[in-house]
């Protein structure tokens, strides 16, 4: 007798099976090798049919070789142990590929969603539009829209449509066609019409797996050069408007023109018998007129006023005419003035009492005359914006001789003849332009030239300043002078300020000299 795996193979005689009679032949017998079990012990615990347990699958010692039924275990846990690892490799692959593609496409759609309603073609250039090999069942030219509907399919805006490498000679197009995906393939035949028909613009650093842009553009692409704004070699840049021009405020102070109004405080509408303006000095200010000649006078009990002579003719009280200039310069911070006052009866220190402490802080003292005088920038900035020259009131050059601040005209300045009768005489410029008082020699100085004149009995005229209150009469003045003296005018003074184009003349001389001098505008 010997074993077999599936079968066990007995010889025994003939006899015995015949009870001892006849010839002894061969004869087989086909014996279960497993004895019969229960159904009970079928139930084997998966561990122990996993793992060979010497009860469930017992083992030949003779051969140490195990039965068939547990090599058969050992096949189905290779085979079932490769599909395991075979999917789990397939679904970890799937989610590393879905989390390189999806972000950037969604990005990539939030940008497109902007860009809806604008037109990104340019009929002018070519568009070049790559697409996937088409399926043998698509058309070529078949789109998503073409497609049967999707609307039961979920959306696949993770995936991308990738392309094909452009070459140096063409640009891709900023809206690529959407074709059908492969047949047989998990992709649908068409994508859903929620998917933009514009690509969105490629980001900076795109993905491997995404095709990039040529480094080449299209020749046809037109370039637009822009030429910058000339800017002037040299001068400086102007931002404000100082005494009506921009010019004026890269000007020193005694290089500009400034319309001036002669006994300013003297005037119809203050009350003056024989006044010498029609209208008050507050309203010159506003006309544009910035220089101005005062008269001072101890009128007795009623203390220094400011008057013409004789108090009885008419007076201002100096505290407000003072309080004016300072209103008017808070109100226009990029103006200039300049007070001139004529003393009598020594009243210059009981003048200066009724100024206020603003207005002393704004006044401007210039203490050498081999010095230049500061632009009216400068004096913008230094918050000095007021220019007090007094005559007959003292030396100022004296210490204690004139309140600070106060200095003397002719010694940083000189005027031309006052002393004339009639427009005749006025307008005669051998007369009237050579110099008066003063020495128009030295340096740093500025320059009154006294346009104004009285009548036959010495009283001012509204008449003549009629006549002579013309641009033509005071231009032919200005050049007559500047041609004579060999100085230009500073302080233009004019009796009857509101008659005539004193401020208009003025402004032009400014704007005149500063296109001699190469004073820029911005």
């Known amino acids: 007798m ?38 009970s012990d079928k139930k084997i615990d998966i561990e122990d049919s996993l793992f060979g347990d010497d009860d469930v699958c017992p083992v030949n010692r003779e051969s140490q070789q195990p039965p068939l039924h547990r090599r058969r275990n050992r096949r189905c846990l290779v085979f079932f142990g490769s599909v395991l690892f075979l999917a789990a490799a397939t679904g970890g692959i799937f989610a590393v590929w879905q989390l390189g593609v999806r972000l950037p496409f969604q990005r990539g759609s939030a940008r497109t969603s902007s860009l809806e309603g604008q037109d990104l073609e340019e009929s002018s250039q070519p568009s070049t539009t790559f697409r996937p090999s088409p399926p043998p069942s698509a058309s070529p030219s078949m789109k998503a829209s073409d ?12 995936l991308p449509t990738l392309s094909p490498r452009p070459t140096s000679s063409s640009l891709p197009s ?13 992709m649908p035949s068409s994508l859903p019409s929620i998917i933009p028909s514009t690509y969105p613009t490629a980001p900076t650093s795109a993905p491997s797996y995404l095709p990039t842009a040529p480094t080449e553009l299209p020749s046809e692409i037109p370039t637009t050069s822009v030429s910058p704004t000339p800017i002037p070699s040299s001068g400086p840049t102007i931002t404000r408007i100082c005494n009506g021009l921009a010019s004026n405020c890269n000007m020193r102070a005694n290089q500009i023109m400034y319309a001036t109004v002669h006994n300013a405080m003297s005037s119809l509408e203050d009350g003056f018998l024989a006044y010498n303006n029609l209208k008050s000095m507050e309203e010159s200010m ?32 100096p505290r407000t005419v003072f309080d004016a200039v300072v209103s008017f310069l808070n109100r226009n911070p990029y103006e200039i003035i300049v007070l001139e006052i004529q003393v009598t009866d020594n009243s210059l220190w009981g003048l200066w009492e009724s100024t206020s402490t603003e207005f002393q802080d704004l006044v401007y003292m210039h203490t050498n005359t081999n010095t230049q005088w500061p632009t009216l920038a400068e004096m913008i900035d230094m918050g000095r914006r007021l220019i007090v020259f007094q005559h007959n009131g003292g030396n100022c050059d004296e210490e204690g001789g004139c309140p600070v601040g106060v200095s003397n005209l002719f010694r940083f300045g000189f005027e031309t003849n006052w002393d004339t009768q009639g427009s005749d005489e006025l307008m005669d410029f051998d007369f009237s332009c ?34 002579v209150n013309t641009a033509e009469a005071l231009q032919s003045k200005l050049d007559a002078c500047t041609r004579i003296v060999g100085r230009r005018t500073n302080l233009l003074a004019v009796d009857f300020w509101s008659i005539g184009d004193t401020v208009q003349v003025v402004n032009n001389n400014n704007a005149k000299l500063a296109e001699e001098d190469n004073i820029f505008e911005n």
């Open 2 to 39: 010997f074993h077999d795996d599936d079968q066990e193979i007995t010889w025994t005689s003939h006899q015995e099976l015949l009870g001892g009679v006849g010839e002894s032949v061969p004869s087989f017998r086909l014996e279960d090798p497993a004895p019969a079990v229960d159904e």
């Open 147 to 158: 497609s049967p509907s999707n609307s039961h399919l979920p959306s696949l805006s993770f």
């Open 174 to 186: 900023l809206s690529p066609t959407i074709t059908p995906g492969p047949s047989g393939s998990s």
């Open 286 to 317: 506003e006309a544009g007129f910035r220089g101005f000649l005062l008269d001072s006078c101890d009128c007795g009990d009623d203390g220094v006023l400011m008057c013409h002579s004789l108090c009885v003719a008419g007076t201002r009280a």
């Open 434 to 467: 050579p110099i008066k008082t003063g020495k128009p020699s030295r340096p740093n100085t500025f320059m009154l030239n006294n346009h104004f004149t009285n009548n036959r009995i010495g009283l001012p005229s509204r008449g003549i300043a009629e006549e």
